[in-house]
C-alpha cells in the first residue's frame, strides 16, 4: 500500500516563505510523477506543480510560477519537497502532495492516485 506522509507548512506573513515535504512509501515506490495541490474555502482541488519521475521535468501553474519550486528531496526519489516563496493571503488553504503511477506529469486530480494527509497553509496580511 503506497503512502505519502506530509510535514511543513503553517502560518507566515505576507512576503514570507515555508516549505512543504512529501515522503512517499510502500512496495515498489517508483516511476511516480508527484504533484502538489491546493484546496481553499471553495472546494475545488487546485493544480500547483509536479515533478516526473523520468527526467525530473518539472510544471507549474501559472499562479504560482516563479514562486513555488517542486524538487525531489533524495537519491530514491522517494521525498519531494515543494518550497514556497513570496506568500501571499490568497495562498491560505489547505495542501496535498499526491503521487500518479503513470508519470504523467499531468494537472488532474483524477490522474494520481494516491494522496497525502493534507496540511494547513495560512498566510496572514
Known amino acids: 500500500q503506497v503512502q505519502l506522509e506530509q510535514s511543513g507548512g503553517g502560518s507566515v506573513q505576507a512576503g514570507g516563505s515555508l516549505r512543504l515535504s512529501c515522503a512517499g512509501s510502500?512496495?515498489?515506490?517508483?516511476?511516480?510523477?508527484m504533484g502538489w495541490f491546493r484546496e481553499g474555502t471553495g472546494g475545488e482541488r487546485e493544480f500547483l506543480a509536479a515533478i516526473r519521475w523520468f527526467g525530473d521535468m518539472t510544471f507549474y501553474a501559472a499562479s504560482v510560477k516563479g514562486r513555488f519550486t517542486i524538487t525531489r528531496d533524495n537519491a530514491g526519489k522517494t521525498t519531494t519537497a515543494l518550497l514556497m516563496n513570496n506568500l501571499r493571503p490568497e495562498d491560505t488553504a489547505v495542501y496535498y502532495c499526491?503521487?500518479?503511477?503513470?508519470?504523467?506529469?499531468?494537472?488532474?486530480?483524477?490522474?494520481?492516485?494516491?494522496w497525502g494527509q493534507g496540511i494547513q497553509v495560512t498566510v496572514s496580511s
Open positions: 499526491a503521487a500518479d503511477p503513470k508519470d504523467i506529469g499531468g494537472t488532474k486530480s483524477y490522474l494520481y492516485n494516491h
Open positions: 510502500g512496495p515498489n515506490f517508483s516511476g511516480y510523477t
